[in-house]
């Protein structure tokens, strides 16, 4: 079945540093969907990716489709300790449109003041 | 709106207890699933609700059952629980296909012993 990998698992940064996620599909995507969770709270939807190769941005979030529609990545830009959270990616397989979303397992973001 | 609602928030059960996890969702949404999820494994889908009278099973459904009378409601049923299946359970829902925004609920922390 598909499988959804993202790297790191963990990542520590010193507030103002960058942090890079990455979300690597076995199957091509239709679409592809981020979330962030915060410590002890539920996934809330950042955005959502349609096109290939497609970028969006939400201030000093950059987020990334790839142009096979089988990766993405997330990027922050000077990070601040509201950002400290885990980010997943999710999405369902393409020409697949059940409710039939994957989400990686995340990558978990901790954010030195 | 309240949009996504679960009860309880926490709860302890014995090996071989039955329990139902209530989900609830007042914005008429089509779509409703089931996840859980356990350190470093990310969201697991276990069952899904593509409309009233409509479920399917997800990635992790056994030991698991669902049923969808109305829009508003998708209960979970632990038929006999096992330690196995402690673990954080989030209820969501979306408006239509794979394709649209997920909303969670707060989720239910459940301990087996």
């Known amino acids: 079945g598909q499988q959804v990998m993202q790297i790191p698992q963990y990542q520590h940064v010193q507030e103002g540093e960058d942090f890079t996620t990455y979300c690597n599909s076995s199957?091509?995507?239709?679409?592809i969907q981020w979330y962030k969770q915060r410590p002890g709270g539920h996934p809330v939807f950042l955005i959502q990716l349609v096109k290939s190769g497609e970028v969006k941005k939400q201030k000093r979030l950059t987020f990334q489709f790839g142009e096979a529609k089988k990766n993405s990545s997330l990027h922050i830009t000077a990070t601040q300790t509201t950002d400290v959270g885990t980010y997943f990616c999710?999405?369902?397989?393409?020409?697949?449109?059940?409710?039939?979303?994957?989400f990686g397992p995340g990558t978990r973001l901790s954010v030195l003041p | 709106n309240a949009g996504v609602t679960q009860t309880p928030k926490f709860q302890v059960l014995k090996t071989g207890q039955s329990m139902t996890l209530q989900c609830a969702q007042d914005?008429?949404?089509?779509?409703m699933s089931w996840y859980r999820q356990d350190p470093g494994m990310g969201l697991r889908l276990i069952h899904y609700?593509?409309?009233?009278?409509?479920?399917d099973q997800g990635e992790v459904p056994n030991g698991y059952n669902v049923s969808r009378s109305t829009t508003e409601d998708f209960p979970l049923r632990l038929l006999s629980a096992a330690p196995s299946q402690t673990s954080v359970y989030f209820c969501a829902s979306n408006r239509r296909s794979g394709t649209d925004t997920q909303y969670f609920g707060p989720g239910t922390r459940l301990t087996v012993l």
């Open positions: 999710a999405g369902p397989p393409f020409k697949d449109y059940g409710q039939n979303f994957v």
């Open positions: 199957t091509t995507l239709s679409n």
């Open positions: 914005m008429n949404h089509e779509y």
């Open positions: 609700s593509v409309g009233a009278g409509i479920t």
